[in-house]
């Protein structure tokens, strides 16, 4: 039991904690967990792991997300982003995946990127605009 606890918080490079809020913009690499409160935005070269308590107000760029809290703002994930349970987004994503799990919340827009990192319209609406043509 022990040892599956530490092998995951060694795969964690920083970590905000409960108690800490931070207002401005935040880059980095690695691995980035978040249990406080951000007021601006993240760029990071890495994975992005949202807390419970954890809130952002501001447009994330990373790798992959993992989202249990909750975000006003946009996200553009290069592979993944994962809305859990508890999780609540509220703003537009452009990302390679997106899974939703039961009672998570996503207020906005989807933009899916191919294989090849270019957008594709997801929207039904955009879809039929161009069918029309």
């Given at each position: 039991?022990?040892?599956?606890?530490?092998?995951?918080?060694?795969?964690?490079?920083?970590?905000?904690?409960?108690?800490?809020?931070?207002?401005?913009?935040?880059?980095?690499?690695?691995?980035?967990?978040?249990?406080?409160?951000?007021?601006?935005?993240?760029d990071y070269n890495g994975d992005i792991i949202?807390?419970?308590t954890g809130k952002v107000e501001g447009n994330?760029?990373?790798?992959?997300?993992?989202?249990?809290?909750?975000?006003?703002?946009?996200?553009?994930?290069?592979?993944?982003?994962?809305?859990?349970?508890?999780?609540?987004?509220?703003?537009?994503?452009?990302?390679?995946?997106?899974?939703?799990?039961?009672?998570?919340?996503?207020?906005?827009?989807?933009?899916?990127k191919n294989e090849n990192n270019h957008s594709?319209?997801?929207?039904?609406?955009?879809?039929?605009?161009?069918?029309?043509?």
């Open positions: 039991m022990f040892g599956k606890k530490e092998e995951f918080t060694s795969k964690i490079d920083s970590l905000i904690g409960e108690n800490t809020k931070i207002i401005g913009k935040i880059e980095g690499s690695g691995s980035l967990r978040i249990d406080g409160f951000i007021e601006g935005d993240i949202i807390g419970e994330i760029s990373c790798n992959n997300l993992s989202l249990s809290g909750k975000v006003k703002g946009n996200i553009n994930s290069k592979s993944n982003l994962t809305i859990l349970p508890k999780g609540n987004l509220v703003g537009d994503t452009e990302v390679a995946s997106l899974i939703i799990h039961e009672n998570a919340s996503f207020n906005g827009n989807c933009k899916m594709k319209i997801t929207n039904l609406e955009e879809k039929v605009k161009d069918k029309s043509k």
